[in-house]
């Protein structure tokens, strides 16, 4: 969650910000919840369960209207957009883990430190090159949970993130196709105002907890899980379709030896593994519970993580956040769904693309307006063969301690450009995965092609300036608007220090930042 270094939140003082977005077209908030209440009904005519109406969903979500401008570059209409007559609609249990590193068991790491997890891959659909949009939670989370690109949010513009209600958030389509939503979470992040609850029917916290803005002190593996349970084992939850949203925090520091876990050491990377351990076993617990319930056989259990976690790999790099190198935004992501058999996808994947998935999964249109992902749900239960969704955008907005970064991958390559200093670096992850040599003066002609590749991408993703006042990490300040109907909401797609990004390669680079 955190960083290496003490942070104060800002707090968020209404006022009129400025805006760098693009244009809003004059939707409304009911019209479009109902186009896409109208969209759901034609995709679950058949074989689906009742809907049944969620109380306040609708009349909470109306006041405002929907940031309707064309998705990304991963946007193109997907290969299936309404749910088959065949294809149950199935309950949703996301369970993501602070930190978890890509280098896990099922992947080939050497030490047996999540064996329940390995265990449920070995019967799983895994990604093998799977990416979380950022490189830390306050900016990773909101992108799964509405399918944008964090710089395409309204936000303000504090390391601790806090989203405006103008965005729209998967959860609340589930609402309003009459689908319980439910969260627990066990770090106070999630419950200081930043409205990552939209959506949510129902929305706990692990009791107890405080919040430090450097690190974790408490245990909670074993309370979330028991929270878990008790949230599942009301009929209230899960008397018709479900989506719950768990987020285990132990593997994010400080790391707590557990005597239930062996050993590994004192060093970092042996007390981390130590608390994965831990953490895989609570998981378990949790879904020994689920696999004795009567909604089990309808429940697809998808399991990843918000970020990874650096261990030195990048001289004084140790934690997450602050850039966007591949032990931070490269993560575990499997699929266990009813019916379905385990395979390896080995095409990049982007968590971009978990909104729309969910939505498929449980008999909901994934083709909604301003989602700039596509569902898997096509190659998940193969009905099309796993396509290219190249590149891969990673984005880093700018807000009060991190400096803006933005990175494509592409084929061989990976370029990051840090927009604070201008400095384009390219690693060819073929030849070089841990990205220990850049090589954009050594390769001209492969830099120019990525460097067209990123301004291609990005030229199609829009981007709005964070809001509340704060300065900017690398200049500038949080001027933004609140929502789409911001009056300043206007002008065109721009960085966060108002250059458009080709301006980039017209200055000279700064000295670059360290990281965090």
């Given at each position: 969650?955190?960083?290496g ?34 969209l ?23 006041a ?31 369970v ?32 093998d ?62 419950d ?38 008790e ?22 520091d ?5 005597k ?39 429940t ?33 992501w ?13 095409q ?27 569902s ?27 400096p ?77 608007p ?35």
């Amino acid at each position: 969650m955190g960083s290496g270094f003490e942070l104060t939140p800002a707090l968020v003082t209404p006022r009129s910000p400025a805006a760098d977005g693009c244009p809003t077209p004059p939707a409304t908030r009911r019209a479009w919840l109902w186009l896409a209440w109208l969209l759901t009904a034609c995709s679950t005519s058949s074989g689906a369960e009742p809907v049944r109406t969620s109380s306040g969903a609708a009349t909470a979500a109306e006041a405002r209207s929907p940031d309707d401008v064309a998705g990304g570059p991963t946007a193109a209409p997907s290969a299936s957009s309404a749910v088959p007559a065949a294809r149950q609609p199935l309950n949703v249990l996301l369970v993501t883990v602070d930190s978890m590193r890509a280098d896990m068991p099922w992947a080939g790491y050497g030490r047996d430190i999540a064996p329940n997890l390995t265990k449920l891959a070995r019967d799983s659909i895994v990604y093998d090159n799977a990416y979380t949009v950022s490189s830390y939670t306050a900016k990773s989370v909101a992108a799964f949970l509405t399918g944008r690109y964090p710089s395409t949010l309204y936000r303000d513009g504090a390391f601790f993130t806090a989203y405006a209600p103008g965005n729209v958030f998967f959860t609340e389509l589930l609402q309003t196709a009459g689908v319980r939503t439910l969260g627990a979470h066990a770090h106070a992040y999630f419950d200081r105002g930043k409205n990552l609850n939209q959506g949510f029917d129902v929305w706990r916290m692990v009791p107890g907890i405080k919040f430090n803005a450097t690190t974790d002190e408490s245990v909670t593996g074993d309370k979330l899980t028991d929270l878990a349970v008790e949230m599942l084992s009301d009929a209230k939850n899960t008397g018709g379709p479900f989506f719950l949203w768990l987020h285990y925090m132990d593997p994010h520091d400080v790391y707590k030896k557990h005597k239930e876990s062996p050993d590994f050491g004192s060093k970092g990377r042996d007390l981390y593994d130590n608390e994965m351990f831990y953490t895989d076993l609570q998981i378990e617990r949790l879904l020994a519970f689920c696999r004795q319930q009567a909604w089990w056989p309808r429940t697809a259990v998808v399991v990843s993580a918000d970020h990874g976690e650096g261990f030195g790999e990048h001289k004084n790099y140790y934690r997450h956040g602050f850039a966007l190198w591949e032990v931070v935004t490269h993560v575990p992501w499997f699929f266990h769904l009813p019916g379905q058999a385990p395979r390896r996808v080995t095409q990049r994947r982007s968590h971009i693309d978990l909104a729309p998935t969910v939505l498929e999964l449980m008999g909901q249109s994934p083709d909604v307006p301003g989602i700039q992902g596509r569902s898997l749900v096509p190659e998940l239960t193969g009905g099309a063969p796993p396509d290219d969704r190249e590149p891969i955008l990673l984005d880093l907005p700018a807000d009060s301690h991190n400096p803006p970064a933005r990175a494509i991958l592409k084929g061989r390559y990976k370029l990051v450009v840090d927009i604070d200093d201008l400095r384009f670096t390219l690693f060819d992850l073929e030849k070089d995965p841990g990205e220990t040599k850049d090589i954009a003066k050594a390769e001209p002609a492969a830099l120019a092609e990525m460097k067209a590749a990123f301004e291609s991408a990005w030229a199609k993703v829009p981007r709005i300036h964070p809001y509340g006042g704060n300065k900017l990490k690398g200049g500038g300040a949080a001027d933004g608007p609140q929502g789409p109907d911001d009056p300043r909401h206007k002008g065109t797609a721009t960085d966060e220090r108002g250059k458009g990004a080709g301006d980039a390669k017209k200055k000279a680079p700064k000295k670059h930042a360290k990281d965090g």
